[in-house]
């Protein structure tokens, strides 16, 4: 069965939160993501191929720039983002889950555990980046969408109505929180990869930079 995984990133020393989207019923787990183990566990059921996206930016700006044209595009919270490695050191900014991103999907390009969307490898499981907020507007474009910061409860109230409404479930609780309706939505994200076109996708194609052991740029499906 193809399985589809959304993970909502917080940095490599607290837990991700992960929704498995089978059929239309989300299965959730934690995990401490790393360098050594970029991917959530799997759960018994999963086989075949999978599909992975995760909310945190997969790596660095093109050579010279400090923003990348898929965060310009999504409008996500990270648009200024370090040139390297050596500047990532001092930044303030969403270091931690810049740090993380870019640690998970170089660990699984370089360990071929996955084909990062938009780079050629053979594989038959695919890795991409989300944007909670961006798979909210491509989705349901007539959401009005709480603030998460400001209105916590009302953004979950009105994510959530909106996958029950669609026919998600969740059978292992009644409501879920903030982190958990974003990695369900990162879920759907993955789920987009296999009927999306480009076009309804955000930045430009990755690159790698073998030198600095980091992707560059790269899509937001």
Known sequence: MTAFCGVDVGSLRTPAYVAWLRDQEFILDLYIPSGENPLP??????????YFAFDAPQGLPADGRNVRKADQD??????????????????KLYRGLIEAGMEIFWSIYEKR?????????????????????????QWWPDLRIPSKKNEPSAYVDAVWS???KEGYRCPSLLRPTVDQVDAMLCALAALSITFCAKREFAGSAPLVDEKERVLREGWIV
Request: proline share 9%.
């Open 74 to 91: 999504a409008k996500t919270p990270t648009q200024a983002l370090p040139r390297n490695r050596t500047e990532l050191h001092t930044w």
């Open 41 to 50: 566990p799997f759960p018994a059921w999963v086989e075949g191929r999978l």
């Open 113 to 137: 555990l996955a084909n990062i969307f938009g780079l050629d490898q053979s594989e038959q499981n695919w890795a991409a980046e989300a944007y909670p907020r961006y798979t909210l507007r």
């Open 162 to 164: 909106r996958l029950q």
